[in-house]
């Protein structure tokens, strides 16, 4: 999705949903006004005459149009090297072209299978632990009765947030490493002291808890604001209904909210491929690839690192073009259920 | 809950202590770093750390900060958040505001490019062939400019300038003002809580960015903190020139925690503003539509 490359997993989708959301409803809007533009006959001359009129505009747009092509649609079109053999020396147009032949080997590469296996895994632990968590927290906030307590817990949970990777894992490795506030515990306790961060074992549950620690808060942002804009009087005629407090939430509150839930789930759904980079690549070394390696560093490795630049490009390509795939699968699955669904 | 409804004593107070308990697991270990980081060798030595200094010593901040790879570092991230904030903020207030004009030729198109971006993201590969294409490899050029602009951030920008009333546009365009100068002079004053929020949010995000500097930088010598960071307290490196003047080093883990403190530290001076910014709602403006 918007892949910063900061590996940010749940804003990810929520800034993305709620771009959506906005496309979307300008959509109607423009489809309308350009009916109309389209009947007025002679629209040559005008047309010119008012991109002379508005060229202040472009003059302003310039510099962002040039950053997209640049930085966004020059890469993408830098994929074909994914059908070449490409090496620097020959450069993008002078490299062999190879067809196919890089992708047919990421399923001959001996350690993909593991690689897969470890990326799959961590993301279905993340849909299915770190996604209700922010769900219930949201719940949870909305319940809370006093304004200024509710924005106090706001402003601790969002925190995490804001801090990089390095600094989240160096503050996890001193709670939780070997010489860690926990293994100090243990040992006053008469324990046996025991090092979490560099269990191949532990890595995968770790790496969700430390994903539900950072993003949490953060990704409650989007349920409460959608459970603030629910209709209060839904509520009361519930309450009439002498529904009380549990059953409005399971009969007003979640179904208010399951459109954006699901909207998000599919983005996620897309994002499968994608375990996030840096938090990943830093805790790699201390538990080995067979535990750690996922697409990401994978890619990462067998292009900046080795140089088989038209292999991982191959490898990062058939990953995008599998993420859009299980977007669209995901929406139209969505849509069966009678759900509104990402895009129509 | 309803307006006449009483809140139910035991529910709220259930809630309140998991509130709580939330809180402590979140702030804690922030709170541990930074006792430990003001912890004597004793004990260190011995273990006694907790959520705060028995024996508070500056030992671990003074040796760090009369100079050294962590100094250097910190000034380098300095200076990219300062510049890069800059860069960022000046092409997507650019940008937003030719995308916020209705009627332009081509305009919707070019929105149109920038959506696409939300969905379908570069490969780090190609990205890097791009960037060294460029010749920004090894320089900071490469921390600033190819992750300049947030699809995201522009997109709340826009929305942003478009809740501005349209008249106040059109009538500094009949007194013959042009879009430049109507930006600057009229958009911009009115938008000084979008403009601080967006950019707080892009000097977060390039004080924390350690991708970038780690794929497109090899020179040690224009390492940002992060960078530092990884290399002293979770790869275990010691400061290349950690000796200097003879002095006895304070213990590795005070002095790895103070790294910590630090790259932190500016994180949290702003959080407050960040905060301010986010609950006001200009960004959430655009989340409810």
């Known amino acids: ?344 | 809950m309803m307006p006449w409804e009483k809140p139910s004593i035991a529910g709220q107070s259930i809630l309140y202590l998991a509130m709580l308990l939330i809180a402590v697991v979140v702030v804690f270990p922030f709170l541990y770093v930074i006792a430990v980081s003001f912890s004597g060798f004793k004990d260190v030595a011995s273990g006694n750390l907790f959520f705060f200094p028995l024996h508070p010593t500056l030992e671990a901040y003074r040796w760090l900060l009369q100079g050294g790879a962590v100094v250097q570092a910190l000034g380098i991230s300095l200076f990219v958040t300062v510049a890069g904030t800059a860069v960022s903020l000046f092409i997507t207030v650019t940008m937003a505001y030719g995308l916020s004009r209705k009627h332009i030729p081509g305009g919707k198109f070019v929105l149109w490019l920038v959506m696409l971006t939300l969905l379908i993201t570069p490969s780090l590969i190609t990205k890097y062939l791009v960037v060294r294409q460029f010749g920004m490899i090894d320089t900071l050029w490469a921390l600033i400019i190819p992750s300049a602009v947030s699809p995201f951030n522009l997109i709340v920008m826009r929305q942003f300038f478009m809740s501005i009333p349209n008249e106040l546009i059109e009538s500094a365009k009949l007194d013959g003002a042009n879009d430049v100068q109507i930006l600057w002079g009229i958009i911009l004053p009115l938008s000084k809580a979008a403009l601080a929020a967006i950019g707080l949010f892009y000097a977060v995000a390039i004080w924390n960015s350690f991708f970038e500097a780690l794929i497109y930088l090899n020179n040690s010598q224009l390492y940002p903190i992060s960078v530092v960071l990884r290399l002293f307290v979770l790869q275990g490196t010691q400061p290349a020139d950690a000796t200097t003047a003879g002095q006895v080093a304070p213990p590795d883990l005070t002095v790895q925690m103070a790294v910590v403190v630090l790259a932190t530290v500016p994180i949290l001076l702003v959080y407050p503003f960040l905060q301010k910014h986010f609950t006001k709602g200009v960004l959430t403006g655009s989340i409810k539509g």
Request: glycine share 8%; hydrophobic share 50%.
């Open chain 1, 1 to 344: 999705m918007i892949e910063k490359l900061t590996g940010r997993a749940s804003t990810k989708s929520a800034e993305a949903l709620s771009t959506m959301a906005s496309v979307t409803g300008e959509r109607t809007n423009k489809g309308s006004a350009s009916a109309a533009a389209s009947k007025k006959p002679g629209s040559r001359p005008t047309l010119w005459r008012s991109m002379v009129r508005e060229r202040w505009v472009y003059l302003l747009l310039l510099p962002g149009l040039l950053y997209f092509l640049a930085f966004y649609y020059l890469p993408l079109l830098g994929n074909f090297i994914a059908f070449q053999d490409y090496s620097p020396y020959l450069g993008f147009f002078r490299s062999p072209w190879v067809g196919l032949s890089n992708f047919a080997q990421i399923f001959t590469a001996p350690d993909f299978a593991t690689v897969l296996e470890n990326t799959l895994i961590i993301s279905l632990l993340q849909i299915l632990f770190a996604f209700p968590v922010g769900i219930v927290l949201s719940l949870m906030l909305n319940a809370l009765i006093s304004e200024r307590f509710k924005r106090f817990m706001q402003s601790i949970v969002y925190l995490p947030h804001f801090m990089g990777w390095v600094i989240i894992i160096s503050i996890w490795q001193q709670v939780f490493g070997g010489d860690g506030f926990l293994n100090h515990l243990i040992i006053g306790m008469g324990g046996h002291p025991i090092n979490i961060m560099s269990n191949p074992d532990f890595f995968k549950p770790l790496v969700v808890l430390q994903v539900i620690w950072k993003e949490t808060g953060w990704s409650t942002v989007i349920f409460l604001a959608a459970i603030s804009g629910l209709d209060s009087s839904q509520y009361e005629a519930a309450a009439m209904d002498g529904a009380g407090r549990w059953r409005r939430l399971w009969h007003v509150t979640l179904p208010g909210i399951r459109s954006i839930i699901i909207l998000l789930l599919i983005l996620r759904i897309g994002n499968i491929l994608s375990t996030g980079f840096e938090q990943i690549f830093l805790q790699r070394d201390a538990v080995g690839l067979r535990a750690a390696d996922v697409i990401d560093t994978f890619v990462y490795d067998r292009g900046i690192v080795n140089g088989s630049w038209s292999f991982s490009a191959a490898v990062a390509l058939l990953k995008t073009v599998i993420g859009a795939l299980l977007i669209f699968t995901a929406n139209k699955a969505a849509k069966k259920f009678g759900e509104e669904g990402l895009y129509s």
